[in-house]
């Protein structure tokens, strides 16, 4: 059984920092997508940010994170990383983490809280 666990999020003033975890288990596929969406209240959820491939240099990031946030993907450990910087209050969401295993199989995480607010 698939399972992914998150970790990190939580309260942010703006400015600040927060680095999201995602650990993928339970699957000997090899993993094709990995990244992270976010949910605001009253919005549809978004990419925020993703590495395609086996190689980090093949990501994606949303508009509005570039050049603030850092994604960073360890195939050995089967892990995802989110680096948050310079966080904005719009960036309040629920953020999920998202696999994706080669015979596109989909897999999210339960969602973790990010709130910047001061």
């Known amino acids: 059984q698939v399972r992914l666990r998150e970790s990190g999020g939580g309260l942010s003033q703006p400015g600040g920092s927060l680095t999201l975890s995602c650990a993928a288990s339970?699957?000997?596929?090899?993993?094709?997508?990995m990244g992270w969406y976010r949910q605001a209240p009253g919005k549809q959820r978004e990419l925020v940010a993703g590495v395609r491939g086996m190689i980090n240099t093949n990501t994606t990031y949303a508009d509005s994170v570039k050049g603030r946030f850092t994604i960073s993907r360890d195939d050995a450990k089967s892990t995802v990383d989110l680096q948050m910087n310079d966080l904005k209050p719009e960036d309040t969401a629920v953020y999920y983490c998202n696999v994706v295993f080669v015979g596109n199989n989909w897999y999210w995480g339960p969602g973790t809280q990010v709130t910047v607010s001061s």
């Open positions: 339970g699957s000997r596929a090899s993993i094709f997508f």
